[in-house]
Each structure stands twice: as C-alpha cells, then as structure tokens.
C-alpha cells in the first residue's frame, strides 16, 4: 500500500523534518503515528498524499511513484486518499451534505448516486439529521465526524488522520475511534497520527514511533511509549 | 478532455451558489462593476456622439468653385470636367448663376426680395459645388481646383473648416485616450476587488484541492460567479444609459440652441452601447474571477 525507500525531507527554511525512513504499510493494516510534537509526524502523512514533496528518497502509494507525478495528475493520487485534519479542513459555506457530496462530485459521480451515498455515510457518522447545518454550526465532534464522513465517501483505498481526536473530549474520541475501526474493518487501510496515550493502549494496533526524524520504534501491538 | 454535461451543470449551480454564499463580496463586486460601467457607458455614450457630430459637420462640407465670368461654354464644361479627374473628389455639381441667384434669395427669407432685382441682370458666376469622399481631403483639393484655369475663386469656408477639423482631431485622440484610461482604470479596480473577495477564499481552494479536485473542477464555479458578477454589475448602467439616453434623445434640441446637434438615434445606438457594457461587464467579471484563482491552485 504504502513503501518509503531513504526518504528525506528538508524545508525551504533549513527544518529537517524526516531524516531517512524506510517503511512499508500493507493494505488493511490499522498505524498509529505517534511521537512528541516536532518531530516529523505531519510531515511524515503529508508525504504520502503528496502535500509535500521529499527532498529525497521514493515514495510508493497505491501503485503510483508519488514523485513522479505531475501537476496533473496530483488530484488523482489524492482521490484514493480520504484525509481526515485535526482542524477539519471543511468548506465553511457549504453545508454538511455539500461538504461530504463535494468529495463525489470532484470524480463526476451522478447526482443520484452521490445523494444515497452521501445519506449512507452520514448515517454511519451519526450525523444524517444534520446534513442542512453548515459547519460553524456544529460542535467539535460533529465538524470531524463530517470531515470523516467525507474522507471516507468514496471509498478510498486508504485513510489518513491527522490527530483527528487532538480537539474533542473523551467521549467523542472513542465515538470517533469506534468510525475508524470500522472503516478499517471494511479493508481500508488507517494511519493515524496521536498524542493519545489512552487510545494507542486501548486498542492495540501497530504502533510507529517518528523521532527527529527517523523511525525510532516500529512494533505491533505496540504501546503509546511516552509520558504525557 | 470532455467534460461531462452534469459536472458542467454542477459547476454554473456552484457559481449561482457562491454568489449567496459570499454576499458580501458579492454586493463589493458588483458595486465596483456598477461603478465603473455608469462611467464608462456615460463617456462613451457621451465620445460616440461628439465625433458622430463632428463627422457630420464635416460631411457638410463643401468647395463651391466659381467660374470666370468671361468663360465660354466649352470652358465651363472643361472645368468640371478637370474637377472629375481629381481622385479624391466624390461629388461634382454644376449650380448656374440662376440658380446660384436662387439659393441666394431664398437664403436670405423676407430681405431676399430685395434681390429679385438682379433677376434681369445677374452679377452672380456660375458655380461647381465639389465634396471630396474624406472632408479631410477638402483643403488640398481646394487648392488644386483653384489652380484650373478659369476658376475664378475657391470658397469652402476657409477658417471654420480648418479649425473644425483641428478641433475634430484633437477631441477624437484625447476621447480614444480617456476611454482606454478608463476602461483600464476599471479592469484594475474590479479585477482587484474580486482579487481581494477571492484571497479570502483560497482557504476553501486549498481544501477543495486536497479532497483531489483538478484545476479546471476548481477554476470552472469562478468563472460562472465572475461571469454573473460582471452581468449583474451591469444592470444598473445599463438602465441608467437607456433610460438617460432615450430621455437625452428626445429633448436635445430644445436644451440646446443649435439645430446641427443631432445625437445618434436611440434605436439602435443605446441598444448597442448596452451590449457594449454588458460585454464588458462579463469579460471583467470573468477575467478578474479567473486571474485572481489562478494564484492558489499550486497546492
């Protein structure tokens, strides 16, 4: 699903953010990202949808050699790809159902076809009796439970998630890895980068540590591994 | 590529939609539009119908050649037949003195009478009334018809036409000038105003970007919302310059003392000025729209 061979990454303004990482993710698999703030977790996930370019190093995702893609061709690796923010990333004028639906529109989808589509993962997210609402009108929980729904829309072959429980209390971060579970029971593949010590313990999942860069612990059924 | 017939319908519903979803930026648009085309569409009205004045003045314009009087028939006839040779003349009448006479007397009304006298004994010459296919041309074949041999005097109304046409001249370039100025001025402030409506959205762009739509999926609702910015921007000049113009039309001559002030007729001038600042209206919108976006689809 996912081969990072040497990959470096290096900001324009000196930051090394990966420093060599090799790593393989296979199809189905549920990973933890974890490691302190800094050290390369964002820019490990932007890597792979494309977000940002390596310095250094190939990238595989789904088939397709990430850096030799062009301009072009970009929106396409990002089709098979639902990301899920911390800060959601929402349209804030487009209501929730527009928001979801424009994930489907994007691939020329028919109307139809997106409104039983779009119903089915709003039910699955608990959210059906809120497709009119636009997102400010909604609380924390609710905005990423959109941001989930529409992430994972059309199926993608992978999802990514980015500290998606960082602003929600407990209840809503159970209710939110509960979705996850299940999207990846369906056969797709979730990364998911934490600071949640609780959730990694919890439920037990292939853990990668990133530190200054580097891979610096890779287990399954691993632990969260650091103090908070 | 083909696009597919519903991703276009969808994109002119987004377009429609983001016009209410951003009414603010909307109404700062359009008033920008709005602004700038009532002063476009006045001065161009106001431009077309000087040189179209101008024009016709110069199209009154004419070179009367008078015959010696000691001429024989054949001489005269020599004469007009000369005048025909020269390229650039369009017109050549032969007016008799009698007829000259004529003209005379009706000229002058009432005191004419007076000159009815000099029906048995005309003093008047013969005369050849010259236009040339361009007014500007008439100074030079002026010259060249005085220069005939029994052509006694050219008249064409010497200092008038060579001040009208200067001025003319001037009005025309300066009007092209500010005219160009203009519209360039309103390029500049709606393509910044829409630019500025539309930084406040490249937040959205990003997103939209990272959910894998293309470019073109992107840049295609812009286009229809600067395109219906640009028509809606043009609603207000539009009836303001029909409605101004058809008033204008009727009234003119008794708001002004001249009889030769003849504005271009209403149907079908403000219909096509109109037309004008629609299109200009909608190529703004859109080029604005479209130019402004451009700047963040690189994600």
Redesign the interface.
Same mark, same amino acid.
């Given at each position: 699903m996912i081969d990072m061979q040497g990959v470096y990454k290096t900001y324009p303004n000196g930051v090394i953010a990966i420093n060599g990482i090799d790593v393989t993710i296979e199809q189905g698999e549920f990973v933890y990202i974890v490691g302190p703030s800094g050290a390369g977790k964002s820019t490990f996930i932007k890597l792979i949808f494309r977000e940002e370019k390596p310095t250094k190093g190939s990238i595989t995702v789904n088939g397709k050699d990430v850096l030799k893609l062009k301009w072009k061709q970009i929106p396409y690796l990002r089709r098979d790809i639902g990301v899920v923010y911390q800060d959601f990333k929402l349209l804030p004028k487009m209501t929730v159902y527009e928001n979801v639906a424009f994930a489907l529109e994007v691939i020329g989808e028919t109307p139809k076809t997106i409104r039983k589509r779009v119903m089915e993962v709003l039910d699955l997210v608990g959210l059906k009796n809120k497709a009119r609402f636009i997102p400010d009108e909604l609380s924390g929980g609710e905005q990423q439970r959109i941001s989930i729904a529409r992430a994972i829309v059309n199926y993608p072959k992978l999802l990514i998630a980015d500290e998606p429980t960082g602003n929600l209390d407990p209840d809503t971060s159970w209710e939110i890895m509960r979705i996850l579970e299940e999207i990846n029971a369906g056969g797709t593949t979730v990364i998911m980068a934490t600071h949640s010590k609780e959730i990694v313990n919890t439920i037990k999942k292939r853990v990668i540590a990133i530190e200054d860069g580097l891979i610096a612990r890779d287990q399954h059924r691993g632990e969260y591994g650091y103090e908070v | 590529m083909a696009m @597919?017939f519903?991703?276009m319908k969808?994109h002119f519903r987004e377009g429609a939609k &983001?016009i209410w979803? &951003?009414s603010w930026m909307t109404i700062a648009s359009v008033g920008a539009v709005t602004t700038t085309l009532v002063l476009v569409g006045a001065f161009l009205a106001l431009m077309l119908n000087l040189s179209h004045i101008a024009g016709n003045l110069e199209e009154d314009v004419e070179i009367k050649a008078f015959v010696d009087l000691t001429a024989e028939q054949a001489e005269i006839d020599a004469i007009g037949a000369e005048i025909e040779e020269i390229s650039e003349v369009s017109l050549v009448e032969f007016s008799t003195k009698e007829e000259e006479l004529e003209g005379l007397i009706e000229s002058m009304g009432d005191e004419g009478q007076v000159w009815e006298l000099y029906e048995q004994d005309n003093p008047l010459s013969h005369a050849y009334i010259v236009k040339t296919t361009d007014p500007l041309d008439t100074v030079s074949v002026a010259s060249q018809i005085e220069a005939i041999e029994n052509v006694e005097k050219v008249n064409y109304g010497q200092d008038v036409v060579q001040n009208l046409f200067t001025f003319n001249n001037y009005a025309r370039n300066i009007g092209l000038v500010l005219i160009i100025g203009l519209v360039f001025t309103a390029i500049f402030l709606i393509s910044n105003t829409i630019k500025i409506t539309i930084m406040a959205r490249r937040k959205?762009i990003e997103?939209? @970007?990272?959910?894998?739509?293309? &470019?073109g999926?992107i840049r295609w609702p812009f286009f229809v919302e600067g395109l219906l910015l640009g028509v809606l921007g043009s609603i207000i000049p539009i009836a303001a310059i029909v409605t101004g113009y058809y008033y204008l039309s009727n009234n003119v001559s008794s708001l002004t003392q001249f009889e030769f002030v003849e504005l271009l007729s209403f149907n079908p001038f403000a219909w096509q000025l109109s037309l004008l600042i629609l299109a200009i209206g909608a190529s703004i919108g859109v080029w604005g729209s479209v130019m402004s976006v451009r700047k963040f689809l @690189?994600?």
């Amino acid at each position: 699903m996912i081969d990072m061979q040497g990959v470096y990454k290096t900001y324009p303004n000196g930051v090394i953010a990966i420093n060599g990482i090799d790593v393989t993710i296979e199809q189905g698999e549920f990973v933890y990202i974890v490691g302190p703030s800094g050290a390369g977790k964002s820019t490990f996930i932007k890597l792979i949808f494309r977000e940002e370019k390596p310095t250094k190093g190939s990238i595989t995702v789904n088939g397709k050699d990430v850096l030799k893609l062009k301009w072009k061709q970009i929106p396409y690796l990002r089709r098979d790809i639902g990301v899920v923010y911390q800060d959601f990333k929402l349209l804030p004028k487009m209501t929730v159902y527009e928001n979801v639906a424009f994930a489907l529109e994007v691939i020329g989808e028919t109307p139809k076809t997106i409104r039983k589509r779009v119903m089915e993962v709003l039910d699955l997210v608990g959210l059906k009796n809120k497709a009119r609402f636009i997102p400010d009108e909604l609380s924390g929980g609710e905005q990423q439970r959109i941001s989930i729904a529409r992430a994972i829309v059309n199926y993608p072959k992978l999802l990514i998630a980015d500290e998606p429980t960082g602003n929600l209390d407990p209840d809503t971060s159970w209710e939110i890895m509960r979705i996850l579970e299940e999207i990846n029971a369906g056969g797709t593949t979730v990364i998911m980068a934490t600071h949640s010590k609780e959730i990694v313990n919890t439920i037990k999942k292939r853990v990668i540590a990133i530190e200054d860069g580097l891979i610096a612990r890779d287990q399954h059924r691993g632990e969260y591994g650091y103090e908070v | 590529m083909a696009m @597919k017939f519903r991703t276009m319908k969808r994109h002119f519903r987004e377009g429609a939609k &983001n016009i209410w979803r &951003n009414s603010w930026m909307t109404i700062a648009s359009v008033g920008a539009v709005t602004t700038t085309l009532v002063l476009v569409g006045a001065f161009l009205a106001l431009m077309l119908n000087l040189s179209h004045i101008a024009g016709n003045l110069e199209e009154d314009v004419e070179i009367k050649a008078f015959v010696d009087l000691t001429a024989e028939q054949a001489e005269i006839d020599a004469i007009g037949a000369e005048i025909e040779e020269i390229s650039e003349v369009s017109l050549v009448e032969f007016s008799t003195k009698e007829e000259e006479l004529e003209g005379l007397i009706e000229s002058m009304g009432d005191e004419g009478q007076v000159w009815e006298l000099y029906e048995q004994d005309n003093p008047l010459s013969h005369a050849y009334i010259v236009k040339t296919t361009d007014p500007l041309d008439t100074v030079s074949v002026a010259s060249q018809i005085e220069a005939i041999e029994n052509v006694e005097k050219v008249n064409y109304g010497q200092d008038v036409v060579q001040n009208l046409f200067t001025f003319n001249n001037y009005a025309r370039n300066i009007g092209l000038v500010l005219i160009i100025g203009l519209v360039f001025t309103a390029i500049f402030l709606i393509s910044n105003t829409i630019k500025i409506t539309i930084m406040a959205r490249r937040k959205e762009i990003e997103i939209m @970007k990272l959910v894998g739509a293309t &470019n073109g999926f992107i840049r295609w609702p812009f286009f229809v919302e600067g395109l219906l910015l640009g028509v809606l921007g043009s609603i207000i000049p539009i009836a303001a310059i029909v409605t101004g113009y058809y008033y204008l039309s009727n009234n003119v001559s008794s708001l002004t003392q001249f009889e030769f002030v003849e504005l271009l007729s209403f149907n079908p001038f403000a219909w096509q000025l109109s037309l004008l600042i629609l299109a200009i209206g909608a190529s703004i919108g859109v080029w604005g729209s479209v130019m402004s976006v451009r700047k963040f689809l @690189k994600v």
